[in-house]
């Protein structure tokens, strides 16, 4: 199956000077849901605003389900849902005319039945006759996916879908996510939760400073910089990693009462077994071990922290 967005050596750089993408490029295959991380500034928005045919390339070319973004503007768009982080619409509309009126503006014609069904799916269906303003902040947020859904896109880019909501609210949108997921929809999102596209993304692309830093396959990309921690609480302080421990790869703390011993995810073959002989045998002993993992998070910090 071809790419449903194909992005192919792509710059940005604003009337001003400023280079906010730095020729970047990659492909989005179409049901996977990719989380795109980037500190602020990084150049998401823009990199979306692209996509979706608000902002002009200013090198490069992307498409979407084969249709060039620029050139094929109405085709392309018609592809797209696009939800933003606030509503901006009337707070005395109806949730069902809300959703139907963004049908018709994106050139569609009238289909209660399709909205009512969005709605259904989105468990908005028994407030579909209540003004925007009477709905609480989760809702409000359902209403906004409803509208981008509600021209049957086949992709959705949520923006920061979770800024600012609770904990439960938050897993309820992930879980909304995986709903969609289902029925086909390619969805892209940024995030400044790491923890987010940890828990719900197929495929995570890293953007620094305008690059393209990684996109990869989110179990590979924890397998390949994952790694596992082995703390060692040692019962007696010593000064440093005594000589015959130096093929281990290990770090003693400030104290000197514990030592952290890293390694590959994959790496299963009784190795902490023998670490353990060895410390036993150059006279060290301990009486507390733990294990820690690498999180996304971690993989995330050292790669922009490598880069900055
Ligand atoms: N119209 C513009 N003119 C000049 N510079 C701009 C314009 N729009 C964005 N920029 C700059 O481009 C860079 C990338 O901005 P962008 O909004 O794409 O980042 P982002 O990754 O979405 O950040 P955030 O996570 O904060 O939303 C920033 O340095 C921003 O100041």
């Given at each position: 199956m071809p790419p449903i967005i194909s992005i192919r050596s792509l710059s940005k750089t604003y009337a001003n000077g400023f280079k906010a993408l730095d020729d970047v490029t990659f492909d989005i295959e179409e049901g996977e849901i990719l989380a795109l991380l980037g500190p602020n500034g990084a150049g998401k928005t823009t990199l979306i605003s692209i996509i979706c045919g608000m902002t002009n390339p200013s090198v490069g070319s992307v498409t979407v389900a084969g249709h060039d973004v620029v050139t094929e503007f109405r085709k392309t768009r018609g592809e797209i849902g696009l939800v933003p982080q606030e509503l901006t619409t009337d707070m005395f509309e109806t949730v069902f005319n809300t959703v139907s009126f963004s049908r018709g503006l994106n050139g569609k014609k009238a289909n209660p039945a399709l909205i009512d069904q969005i709605l259904r799916d989105l468990s908005l269906f028994d407030k579909?006759?209540?003004?925007?303003?009477?709905?609480?902040g989760g809702m409000k947020r359902r209403v906004l996916i409803a509208k981008a859904l509600s021209h049957e896109p086949r992709i959705l880019f949520l923006d920061?879908?979770?800024?600012?909501?609770d904990v439960a609210l938050r897993k309820d949108m992930w879980q909304l996510v995986e709903r969609l997921r289902k029925t086909g929809v390619t969805i892209i999102l940024t995030t400044h939760y790491i923890e987010e596209a940890q828990e719900i993304a197929d495929r995570i692309g890293v953007i620094d400073k305008g690059r393209l830093l990684l996109v990869e396959n989110k179990d590979a990309l924890m397998r390949k910089l994952g790694k596992k921690q082995l703390a060692i609480n040692l019962l007696e302080p010593i000064a440093s990693v005594p000589d015959s421990l130096s093929a281990w790869d290990l770090v003693l703390n400030e104290a000197g009462d514990q030592l952290v011993y890293s390694y590959e995810l994959d790496k299963n073959d009784g190795h902490v077994g023998r670490l353990l002989q060895a410390l036993e045998a150059a006279g060290l002993h301990f009486d507390d071990l733990s294990t820690r993992q690498t999180s996304l998070e971690d993989i995330f910090v050292s790669l922009i922290g490598a880069k900055a």
């Amino acid at each position: 199956m071809p790419p449903i967005i194909s992005i192919r050596s792509l710059s940005k750089t604003y009337a001003n000077g400023f280079k906010a993408l730095d020729d970047v490029t990659f492909d989005i295959e179409e049901g996977e849901i990719l989380a795109l991380l980037g500190p602020n500034g990084a150049g998401k928005t823009t990199l979306i605003s692209i996509i979706c045919g608000m902002t002009n390339p200013s090198v490069g070319s992307v498409t979407v389900a084969g249709h060039d973004v620029v050139t094929e503007f109405r085709k392309t768009r018609g592809e797209i849902g696009l939800v933003p982080q606030e509503l901006t619409t009337d707070m005395f509309e109806t949730v069902f005319n809300t959703v139907s009126f963004s049908r018709g503006l994106n050139g569609k014609k009238a289909n209660p039945a399709l909205i009512d069904q969005i709605l259904r799916d989105l468990s908005l269906f028994d407030k579909r006759n209540n003004a925007l303003r009477e709905l609480s902040g989760g809702m409000k947020r359902r209403v906004l996916i409803a509208k981008a859904l509600s021209h049957e896109p086949r992709i959705l880019f949520l923006d920061e879908p979770t800024a600012g909501v609770d904990v439960a609210l938050r897993k309820d949108m992930w879980q909304l996510v995986e709903r969609l997921r289902k029925t086909g929809v390619t969805i892209i999102l940024t995030t400044h939760y790491i923890e987010e596209a940890q828990e719900i993304a197929d495929r995570i692309g890293v953007i620094d400073k305008g690059r393209l830093l990684l996109v990869e396959n989110k179990d590979a990309l924890m397998r390949k910089l994952g790694k596992k921690q082995l703390a060692i609480n040692l019962l007696e302080p010593i000064a440093s990693v005594p000589d015959s421990l130096s093929a281990w790869d290990l770090v003693l703390n400030e104290a000197g009462d514990q030592l952290v011993y890293s390694y590959e995810l994959d790496k299963n073959d009784g190795h902490v077994g023998r670490l353990l002989q060895a410390l036993e045998a150059a006279g060290l002993h301990f009486d507390d071990l733990s294990t820690r993992q690498t999180s996304l998070e971690d993989i995330f910090v050292s790669l922009i922290g490598a880069k900055a």
